[in-house]
C-alpha cells in the first residue's frame, strides 16, 4: 500500500476504488468485496463506513456530480450566456465520455436496479435532490437565469429552462454513450450544438446570433481541448 494510501481516510478509499472500478470493469464487478479489494481494505469496511453498497453507490454518484459542478467550475465566463449555455453543455458531453460508468450510476441507471435500497423511499440518485446532484445542476439553472436576465431568450422561468435543456443534453448523452451516433463524425458539433441552437430559438433567441453563439463556444472548447491534450502529451 503507498503512503498516500494510508493517509486517506477510508470513506475516500472506498468512494475513490469504487470509481476505478467502474472505469475499468463497468458496473458488474462492483461488489463489497471487490470495492475493498481495490481499496486495500477489508469487506467489512464497506458496511461499517457506509452501511452497505446502496449507500456506497450514492456516495459515489454524489462524488461524479461533485466532479461534474468542478468541470462546470472552471469553464471561463464571457458576456454571451448562450455561447456558456452552450459551453457547459459540450463539458457535460465530455465529462460522460470521460465517466461513461461513472455517468450512467449518477442517474440511477442500469446499475441502481441491482443494489437498489429496501427501505420503501426514494433514492436521491433516482429523484435526483441530493445536494450534490443540486450543486451540479445550479450552474444549469444559473446559465439559464443568464439567458432570461439578458434578453436573449423571451421571459420564462430559469428553473423551467433548465429542466429541458437538461432533459435535452441527457438524452443525447445517453444516445451517444449508446453506440446511437457512431455514423456521425463529430457527434457535439453536428448533433448537439444544433439542438441548443434550435432550443433557444424555439425560445425566441434570433438564429444568426445563435449559430454564432454556438460557433463560439465549439471554438473555444476545441481550442481548450487541444490545449490539454498538448500539455498531457508534453508531461
Keep these: 500500500m503507498t503512503a498516500a494510501a494510508t493517509q486517506t481516510d477510508p470513506r475516500t478509499r472506498l468512494v475513490e476504488a469504487t470509481i476505478r472500478l467502474l472505469a475499468r470493469t463497468g458496473p458488474s464487478e462492483v461488489k463489497a468485496r471487490t470495492v475493498a479489494s481495490e481499496a486495500k481494505l477489508s469487506t467489512m469496511g464497506v458496511y461499517t463506513y457506509f452501511g452497505g453498497v446502496p449507500e456506497l453507490l450514492q456516495a459515489v454518484a454524489d462524488e461524479g456530480f461533485n ?22 453543455a459540450l463539458a457535460c458531453h465530455d465529462f460522460a ?102 432550443m433557444v430559438v424555439g425560445l425566441g433567441a434570433k438564429r444568426d446570433k445563435a449559430d454564432a453563439s454556438a460557433a463560439s463556444a465549439l471554438a473555444l472548447w476545441t481550442a481548450s481541448q487541444s490545449e490539454k491534450n498538448s500539455k498531457a502529451r508534453s508531461k
Design 67 to 88: 466532479r461534474q459542478a468542478m468541470v462546470f467550475a472552471r469553464l471561463p465566463p464571457s458576456d454571451d450566456p448562450m455561447a456558456d449555455l452552450f459551453a457547459m
Design 97 to 198: 465520455r470521460r465517466n461513461p460508468h461513472l455517468y450512467d450510476l449518477m442517474f440511477g441507471l442500469s446499475i441502481h436496479g441491482r443494489y437498489s435500497p429496501s427501505r420503501g423511499e426514494v433514492s436521491p440518485i433516482l429523484s435526483g435532490q441530493s445536494p450534490s446532484f443540486r450543486m451540479a445542476y445550479g450552474y444549469l439553472v444559473h446559465g439559464c437565469a443568464r439567458l432570461v436576465d439578458g434578453k436573449c431568450v423571451r421571459k420564462a422561468a430559469p428553473d423551467l429552462l433548465a429542466l429541458q435543456f437538461w432533459s435535452a443534453l441527457h438524452g443525447f448523452i445517453m444516445l451517444d454513450l449508446g453506440g446511437h451516433f457512431s455514423q456521425v463524425a463529430d457527434p457535439a458539433a453536428e448533433v448537439l450544438a444544433p439542438i441548443c441552437v434550435n
